[in-house]
């Protein structure tokens, strides 16, 4: 089993539609959270980090953890074809600087 | 301010050469980490360095692979007689500290072996 599990994807959403991105983890030590963004050919950039539970809203972008579920979620409002981009969450205990990633998904926003 | 700057872009080698990614951290930055992207995978870490001292390399491969940051000029990440299954996007990040604000991403080396 994989520590952290990334719904694989591909999604495509029409512009102006709610994209939701989830990811699974099995270490409960996992205490900071965060999702990066990652355009083709290009490094990730990271778009919001949480600690611990509850949510953050930056924006369009809302970050969920619920830790008793051992499951985050990102959720992208009023998206945009500039917010086609593959996207990865990614996690750290709280005394390691080493981040646990998932595998990614590819998200298309079709103007 | 320049980013995380990493060259080359694209590296392309045959099987048994050696392989040299270079990294230069942001500007003030002095801890470097280095992932790994296999395709259809996630980021892999590889190993933690700050200047002159490496301090983690649990992700490296015990064989064939080395990294080094000394005092002056950029990160190093070497593979030596690579092979095929070396073939994967390099990353390497760099942060003032170990919080996860300052953690920066470069563009990536991709390596093709052929």
Known sequence: QKEVEQDPGPLSVPEGAIVSLNCTYSNSAFQYFMWYRQYSRKGPELLMYTYSSGNKEDGRFTAQVDKSSKYISLFIRDSQPSDSATYLCAMRTSNDYKLSFGAGTTVTVRA | ?114
């Open chain 2, 1 to 114: 301010n320049a980013g995380v700057m990493q060259n080359p872009r694209h590296l392309v080698r045959r099987r048994g050469q050696e392989a040299r990614l270079r990294c230069s951290p942001m500007k003030g930055h002095s801890h470097v980490y280095w992932y790994r992207q296999l395709p259809e995978e996630g980021l892999k870490f590889m190993v933690y360095l700050q200047k002159e001292n490496i301090i983690d390399e649990s992700g490296m491969p015990k064989e064939r692979f080395s990294a080094e940051f000394p005092k002056e000029g950029p990160s190093i990440l070497r593979i030596q007689q690579v092979v095929r299954g070396d073939s994967a996007a390099y990353f390497c990040a760099s942060s003032p500290g170990t919080g996860i604000d300052g953690y920066t991403f470069g563009s990536g080396t991709r390596l093709t072996v052929v």
